[in-house]
């Protein structure tokens, strides 16, 4: 059986300037399908190709599979609808798979607007899509597919979702087969290098009202740390990659596997190979002040942070459960320990206003991080924050869901003002960075690869790539009244689907809600009662304390 992979054509002018991505998602699925059997397995990046729709429809034809699989996030849902409807055309006989996050929460949307995908594969992919194309191969679909936890399909006149599947919970059948991917096409701009995506740990603990990730994965798990590094091996010595960004929510979560991570690393002489990044939390820098220095000796040398929002309202907002004077402090240590920064700033929301936005550009420059990143919120539908926000929601185009185009309208500003604020910051940042920071400070490789990143913005801003201002017309302060976002005003929303889904965070929360209840009650009931007299009441042995939780 003949399974084709495609990746879609689709580019926002956000996280694309710094280079070419390779699609980890196709590794993973095509590993475990190679472990079930499977070894007719194609894979082809229309993204990266920038491949037209005539092109991807003769290259499916010539490789005539027998299924074509397909994976979207939100802004890129329609393009990924637009490839398996080119393989109706084209291949009609193929199964038209769809996966990821947007089609696992808004299946019902996905297959009213497209009726031409036969299933969607909901959630974690590995374990569900093995299951599908066994049935696939032994032809027993689409007889069995009402037995298949984990898929959603239009059955007559209904759409149908199987219960949902476990989590993959033996984290050692993940072996993703790098070698499905053309690695001379992903590269690094600001190190010049070949880059991977590999992945420590699934999931996350927090619950941060504005993401998805943690609704998506359910469970937080880690990999075994020596599984992860010999994959890293793997993508250095067989396939060049000389920088990889773990692909994480939070790596440093579980601290001792964080450590013994590094440690694996610097045992086999990674370092002098291969440099990284990962994204994290303010909170977990404080935790390992200590340890920066050793994280650097591993080869980390660029954080993320999610600073997120000037204003402590905004941070509460999104509950990211920190204060605005800790971030500072954050890029302080850092820096110290010769990790390159960059905070990322979220604006957009309905209280921005031309002075919040001056007051993030303020505060970037205050604390001096290496990079600044702003993005503009985007309420994905099926986060928290966007169930409180909706009302205030005006478009639904989900194409321009992507952190670059300012789908909210802040209440005292137009969407054009934004960008143009959002851009203000952008050159002010970066030009005095050019002049007095980059060619001048810290050591040959922070100067290089600081440079490397420099380069990397005007490549863009020449080719009005960055934040899609070709496209929106935006050309500066003259044009800000002027910018036409191109917004598909006839697409509508309908409700996530997430009544049969459930994270553990979710399951934590609500623990924690019944325990403060019961305590509340319990006190409440202790303040009411007395005993006949007039005593007050009290527990075994005459104590007043509650029996801790075990």
Not at 463 to 491: C, H, I, M, N
Request: hydrophobic share 40%; proline share 5%; net charge negative.
């Amino acid at each position: 059986m003949r399974i084709l992979f495609v990746h879609p054509n689709y580019r926002s002018g956000g996280a694309e300037i710094a280079g070419t991505w390779p699609p980890a998602w196709v590794a993973y699925l095509t590993g475990h399908l190679r472990q079930a059997g499977f070894e007719d397995i194609h894979f082809i990046d229309a993204m990266t190709d920038e491949l037209s729709d005539a092109d991807l429809a003769q290259k499916m034809e010539a490789l005539a599979p027998d299924v074509v699989g397909v994976t979207a996030i939100t802004p890129s849902i329609y393009r990924a609808e637009d490839v398996l409807k080119i393989a109706r055309d084209v291949v009609p006989h193929a199964v038209r798979v769809m996966g990821g996050v947007h089609a696992t929460f808004m299946y019902k949307q996905v297959l009213s607007e497209a009726p031409w995908i036969d299933v969607v594969v909901r959630g974690e992919g590995e374990e569900i899509c093995t299951n599908l194309m066994l049935a696939i191969q032994d032809r027993r679909w689409p007889k069995d597919r009402h037995k298949i936890l984990g898929l959603a399909f239009v059955d007559g006149d209904e759409i149908v979702a199987t219960p949902a599947a476990s989590t993959v919970k033996d984290l050692s059948k993940i072996k993703p087969d790098w070698s499905i991917l053309e690695w001379s096409k992903y590269i690094y701009i600001p190190l010049g290098t070949r880059v991977a995506i590999p992945n420590l740990a699934r999931g996350c603990p927090f619950t941060c009202s504005f993401c998805s990730q943690w609704k998506f994965w359910r469970d937080y798990r880690v990999r075994d740390p020596k599984a992860v590094v010999d994959e890293i091996e793997d993508l250095v010595e067989n396939h060049g990659v000389g920088f990889f960004i773990l692909a994480d929510e939070e790596p440093t979560i579980n601290k001792k596997k964080f450590v013994a991570f590094c440690e694996e690393l610097i045992a086999r002489d990674l370092p002098h190979r291969v440099k990284w990044g990962i994204n994290t939390r303010v909170t977990d820098i404080y935790r390992d002040k200590d340890l920066l220095k050793f994280y650097r000796k591993a080869g980390l040398v660029h954080v993320s942070l999610g600073t997120e929002a000037a204003a402590q309202m905004k941070l509460d907002t999104f509950n990211k459960e920190t204060k605005v004077e800790e971030n500072k402090t954050a890029i302080r240590l850092l820096r110290e320990a010769d990790i390159l920064v960059e905070a990322q700033f979220i604006v957009g929301l309905d209280n921005e206003t031309p002075e919040t936005l001056e007051e993030t550009y303020r505060m970037a420059w205050d604390w001096q991080p290496d990079l600044a990143n702003w993005s503009m919120y985007t309420p994905w539908p099926f986060t928290p924050l966007f169930q409180e926000l909706k009302d205030q929601v005006e478009i639904y185009d989900f194409s321009k869901y992507n952190f670059v185009t300012p789908i909210m309208k802040p209440a005292s500003m137009e969407r054009g003002e934004l960008l143009d604020g959002v851009m203000n910051n952008y050159r002010r940042f970066y030009s005095k960075k050019a002049l007095f920071h980059y060619p001048w400070r810290g050591t040959g490789f922070r100067r290089r690869y600081l440079l490397g990143c420099l380069y990397a913005f005007l490549k863009a801003g020449f080719q009005r790539t960055f934040y899609d201002l070709g496209k929106a017309g935006y050309w500066g302060p003259q044009t800000k009244k002027s910018v036409d976002f191109r917004f598909d005003e006839t697409r509508q929303l309908a409700e996530a689907q997430l009544d049969d889904w459930e994270a553990a965070a979710d399951r934590a929360t609500r623990a924690k809600e019944r325990r403060e209840a019961v305590k509340a009650q319990t006190l409440e009931r202790k303040a009411a009662f007395k005993m006949p007299n007039g005593s007050e009441v009290r527990v075994c042995g005459g104590g007043d304390q509650q029996m801790e939780e075990v």
